[in-house]
């Protein structure tokens, strides 16, 4: 006999978000490639202008101390400590978020006739739904459920 819980907590995916999540998400997006640009930009200036140094068509000089480098680098590479430290801080609480989910108790499964109650579907729809691989899950005009069989995704095993 299989464990209907095997898959426990459940992954939900395609589900819809509210309007303040995915401007963060844009915003956040647009914020690091910004970042990412004027590090990039600064690092490109750097090179570009050591190769007009070779190449004898600049009056700048090279430091061979990198003392002028360094002092360049250091506000950015206090942005990168400090953006790694927030990735650090961020991926613990995760993980520790994500640990506490999975030692709860899983819920106790409700009797089929509420379930079918609650979901608006027939006993007899409700285990032919509890068969099916993947489903899409949809609300009905009213309070209830519509379950449909999901196309296979390639790499499923059957």
């Known amino acids: 006999m ?3 819980f095997a898959n426990w907590p ?3 995916t395609d589900g ?3 309007r303040l999540v995915v401007w963060r998400d844009v915003l956040l997006t647009l914020f690091m490639w910004f970042v990412l640009f004027a590090i990039l930009y600064t690092e490109l200036a750097f090179a570009a202008e050591a190769v ?3 190449l004898n ?3 700048a000089q090279i430091d061979a101390g990198l003392e002028l480098f360094v002092r360049r680098m250091r506000p950015l590479m206090g942005l990168i400590a ?3 430290l927030m990735l650090a801080i961020s991926t613990l609480a995760s993980s520790y978020r994500r640990r506490r989910a999975m030692e709860r108790a899983q819920p106790t499964p409700l009797p089929d006739q509420a379930l079918a109650d609650i979901t608006g579907l027939s006993t007899a729809d409700l285990s032919t739904a509890r068969k099916l691989k993947r489903a899409i899950v949809s609300r009905t005009g009213g309070a209830g459920l519509k379950v449909e069989a999901a196309g296979a995704i390639e790499g499923d095993r059957e």
Do not use: E, W
């Open 10 to 12: 459940p992954v939900i």
């Open 16 to 18: 819809r978000h509210s």
């Open 52 to 54: 007009r140094v070779l």
């Open 82 to 84: 400090g953006l790694v």
């Open 2 to 4: 299989t464990d209907p």
């Open 57 to 59: 068509k600049s009056d």
